[in-house]
């Protein structure tokens, strides 16, 4: 494996605030790339003083529609966040593995809640 990259969503936002789906993407991209090419990667938080599970789903949860989760495991270390943080990671994450095992059964549940409330 080679040498391990440090991302910061900081830099790439250019604000704490990570709050956005869009800047999200962008941080998503950076992290599939690097994975995809096999490298060891950091996800570094520091100076992030806001996080939404918004921006943590297209970041992060997102990788799991195109990598196994032991790809991810594997390759994807993060750090300095918050232990509030690292629960909604964690929640994210969980929440991705299970869409990703079968998106179908997501979009027909969801296909069945809009039914319910607009019936």
């Known amino acids: 494996m080679e040498k391990g990259l440090i991302i910061s969503p900081y830099e790439i936002v250019g604000s ?3 709050v956005a789906s ?8 950076r992290l ?6 096999e490298k060891s990667v950091t996800v570094s938080f520091r100076n992030v003083t806001s996080l939404t599970s918004a ?3 297209a ?7 195109s990598f196994s989760p ?3 495991r594997a390759r994807l270390k993060v750090k300095d966040m ?6 909604l990671l964690k929640r994210v994450v969980d929440t991705a593995k299970e869409y990703f095992k079968d998106p179908g059964r997501f979009s027909k549940a969801e296909r069945a809640a809009l039914r319910g409330k607009n019936a």
């Open 16 to 18: 704490p605030l990570c």
């Open 22 to 29: 869009d800047d999200g993407q962008k941080v998503f991209e």
């Open 32 to 37: 599939a790339a690097a994975v995809k090419e």
């Open 55 to 57: 921006f943590l789903n």
């Open 59 to 65: 970041a992060i949860g997102q990788l799991y529609g």
């Open 70 to 72: 032991g790809e991810i």
């Open 82 to 87: 918050a232990p509030a943080d690292l629960a």
